[in-house]
């Protein structure tokens, strides 16, 4: 049975697209999925399913039922445990010693953008923010604070063209230890 970690972008912020965690658990577990757990109000599953499938359809089947249920457009991004195993062990800003963890950031696309669209915004000058795009997910450092940074999911998807979320570096990794843990 494969792990997968779904994370939606958007919901329960400033009281737009409220969704409980125990109504999201079991709108997962009414699609089949197994082992479903949440991760804080953001948005985060974690679930399991016997069915081999590829993470875009899983993403839009949730996406689907997510509007027949609550009447809303949840873009939703799906990633494998492996993925997101991948995804931690790829990212350049820990090569730096001076790196403060805490204000470390993903941004996980919901696919891998054109590369004139990475080229296009790779030589603009953010600083002190910074961010490597590898793949499908954007490595964002932000000294300042994610709050202050320009680098925001807004910035990413209109940029690329592709829907986008972002998680801090601490959730991700709880994120992995808990899909990991069953």
Known sequence: METYISILRGINVSGQKKVEMVGLKALFEELKFQSVKTYIQSGNVIFKTREPADTNRIGKAIEKAIFEKYYFDVPVIVRTLQELQTVISNNPFLEK???????????????????????????????????????????????????????????????????????NWRTVNKLFELAAGD
């Open 97 to 167: 010693a001076d790196t403060d963890v805490e204000k470390l950031h993903v941004t996980f696309l919901a696919e891998k953008p054109q590369e004139a669209k990475i080229t296009a915004i790779e030589n603009g000058d953010y600083l002190p923010d910074e961010f490597v795009i590898k793949d499908k997910e954007v490595y964002v450092y932000c000294p300042a604070g994610y709050g202050n940074t320009k680098l925001n999911n807004n910035f990413f998807e209109n940029k690329l063209k592709v829907a986008a979320t972002t998680r």
